[in-house]
């Protein structure tokens, strides 16, 4: 049975952070792509995805589109944490003209927040969802159709009653990843997709997703929950449609620890391999090993990113990494021997840290030796540990949290890093530290060196552009 209810998907954009090239270019969004399959599985087929980043597109033409085609029933928006007040944004524009319209706001960002905050700051959005979104918005749907329990019962829903009260309803089970459901890739922009460097070496590329959860508890992380694996053989038969209808070269896997369980990772790395793919994916210097490595360069593995974090173990151990700066010196120089191009993500500002641990960690990255790398600020996320413990002890406040990402007015978290670092002496560090690292002719003769396609030579020139741009303060940038 079909039912005549319509829905439309699209995503908050944002503006990147600083030397992060993360949606540089416009990639295939995953999450939507699920709950659209999700929805036409189950009877729905009225579902529309737009990608407002790949179509250029904002609020006006939003609008606009609905005026010249009819408003949905449903309007979905997807967000992560520094999206939400575009979101926000988007709901206030689309209930002023389209009244009858519900809005419903879900992804990485809505976890972390109290309910009452979601609610009270955006007041035009209808409905937050938390957790994973494929049976919510199957609950959701049906609730608001008439097919289906009500709204309360709608799982991981945030929701306002009678009296305009908060409410939020308790999180569903959690999704078997080998149900055979597929990201719907035919409802969106697949050429304009292009993954950002240095990445998307082997065009056409792509994202794909193997696992949901993360085993670890690192104190500045929000991923930590029973982790789900799908089954190689389900991965690789994707894959080879994937190849077959979008003659897919590329692949990048975003789990977050692809190597976490050795006997899965090897049969993965196998099949991957017999499809001829180039491949790149994340995980911790503890998971990969000499002979992994090899194993993941015959089968088509050119780059690993490893969430390094610090080389200095008392930080680790306050960020609540198992890892050691010489291990992750072990696992770059295998890396190295088997020509894997690697990337290392690393963390300023954290919790103990003095000009000394900055200065000995530019010389542990020298070391290191990585093909790249990405500093960032210890992030504030009402979602992790840190920030709770941070706020439990009087550092700032959960209000401070929700005016820093929730709205437009003065915070705390302005002025200051989540863990007490002023906040432009931790930005004037972020600055040193990656000039270091890439300001050096040596470092762009390596890179020139190693250039193995055209493609690979474009993303070259283009990171480089952003950089420098972000260096010198002409980036547009993310910033509150």
Known sequence: MTHPFSTFLTMAPCRRLQFNLSDMFPVPRLGIGYLSAHLKAHGYPNVEVRDVIAEREWIPDLVRRFEERGAPDLLGVSVTILSLREAFAIARAVKERFPTTRVVVGGPGTNGFAAASLLGHGAAVDFFVRGEGEAAMLGLVRALDGTGPGIDSVPGLVWRDERRAARENPRGAYRD??????????????????????????????????????SFSCEFCCLSMPVRERSPADVERELADLKRHYDLREVHFIDPTFTLHRSRSEELIERVGRLGLHWSCKTRVDKVDEALAARMARAGCYLIAFGVESGEDDILGALGKSATGE?????????????????????????????????R????????????????????????????ERIAAGAFTADDVDRYYLTDEPSALH??????????????????????????????????????????????????????????????????
């Open 361 to 388: 960690t530019i010389r542990f990255v020298r070391r290191l030796a990585p093909d790249y790398v990405l500093y960032d600020l210890l992030q504030v996320d009402p979602a992790n540990p840190l920030t709770r």
């Open 177 to 214: 990843l080998d149900d055979g459901l597929r990201v719907d890739y035919a409802a969106q922009p697949m050429s304009r997709f292009r993954l950002h460097p240095p990445m998307g070496v082997y065009p056409y590329a792509t994202m794909m997703e193997t696992t949901r959860g993360c």
């Open 415 to 480: 002025a200051s890093s989540v863990a007490g670092h002023p906040m432009e002496v931790a930005r004037a560090r972020i600055k040193r530290a990656s000039g270091d690292f890439y300001v050096r002719p040596r470092y762009f003769w390596e890179r020139v060196r190693d250039l193995r396609t055209i493609q690979d030579g474009l993303n070259l020139g283009a990171g480089g552009l952003t950089f420098f741009k972000d260096l010198f303060g002409l980036g547009k940038l993310w910033d509150r």
């Open 327 to 359: 291990r992750a010196i072990e696992t770059f120089a295998a890396c190295r021997q088997h020509r894997i191009r690697t990337t290392a993500y690393l963390l300023l500002a954290s919790p103990g840290e003095t000009e000394a641990h900055v200065e």
